[in-house]
């Protein structure tokens, strides 16, 4: 992943503000061929699935399995960390939009770049992922200087902030 954002479209996924990750796609155009083809073509079947490591919630991964308009799979790694804020967005929205890039790219340099948008069915994510979230976000507001007392409430607070805007909808 070389970046990320999120967009918002009122004729797409009910106008839900939807997460993007830009994939680097540097050495491998396959990931770029898919985006071509599924283009010109009806929406295809893709499987999702997260995925963590036993005894670990250092790293989450996100398996997507695309079937129609082509064959192919592709894992994206994200630090528990780093992108917690941006895990729990996919899971919030139950979307992903996917769009190739290379190391600089950023959503605001072409907006209409091509990209996929995939379903997350609620269905596929793990049961322990509000602990996890929680945990991380503790985190990272104790390393900001929020005192013992106050942690869990600020934390509890931001998620309800993020998830508020993860909430959000555009209206035709």
């Given at each position: 992943?070389?970046?990320?954002?999120a967009?918002?479209?009122?004729?797409?996924?009910?106008?839900?503000?939807?997460?993007?990750?830009?994939?680097?796609?540097?050495?491998?155009?396959?990931?770029?061929?898919?985006?071509?083809?599924?283009?010109?073509?009806?929406?295809g079947d893709v499987?999702?699935?997260?995925?963590?490591?036993?005894?670990?919630?250092?790293?989450?991964?996100?398996?997507?399995?695309?079937?129609?308009?082509?064959?192919?799979?592709?894992?994206?790694?994200?630090?528990?960390?780093?992108?917690?804020?941006?895990?729990?967005?996919i899971?919030?929205?139950r979307a992903?939009?996917?769009?190739?890039?290379?190391?600089?790219d950023?959503?605001?340099?072409?907006?209409?770049?091509?990209?996929?948008?995939?379903?997350?069915?609620?269905?596929?994510?793990?049961?322990n992922?509000?602990?996890?979230?929680?945990k991380s976000?503790?985190?990272?507001?104790?390393?900001?200087?929020?005192?013992?007392?106050?942690?869990?409430?600020?934390?509890?607070e931001?998620?309800?902030?993020?998830?508020?805007?993860?909430g959000?909808?555009?209206r035709?």
């Amino acid at each position: 992943m070389v970046s990320d954002g999120a967009m918002a479209n009122p004729f797409a996924a009910d106008g839900r503000l939807i997460p993007l990750l830009i994939l680097d796609t540097h050495g491998d155009s396959s990931l770029l061929n898919l985006v071509k083809i599924h283009t010109d073509s009806p929406p295809g079947d893709v499987e999702s699935c997260w995925a963590l490591k036993r005894f670990s919630d250092k790293f989450v991964y996100l398996s997507l399995s695309f079937e129609r308009p082509v064959e192919f799979k592709l894992a994206i790694k994200f630090e528990t960390s780093k992108h917690s804020s941006l895990i729990d967005g996919i899971i919030q929205s139950r979307a992903v939009y996917i769009q190739p890039g290379k190391v600089g790219d950023k959503l605001s340099h072409d907006v209409n770049a091509p990209k996929v948008l995939v379903e997350i069915p609620a269905r596929t994510t793990f049961n322990n992922w509000d602990d996890i979230l929680v945990k991380s976000i503790k985190k990272r507001l104790k390393q900001e200087g929020v005192s013992r007392k106050e942690l869990a409430k600020v934390a509890l607070e931001f998620i309800s902030t993020t998830r508020e805007v993860w909430g959000r909808r555009l209206r035709k």
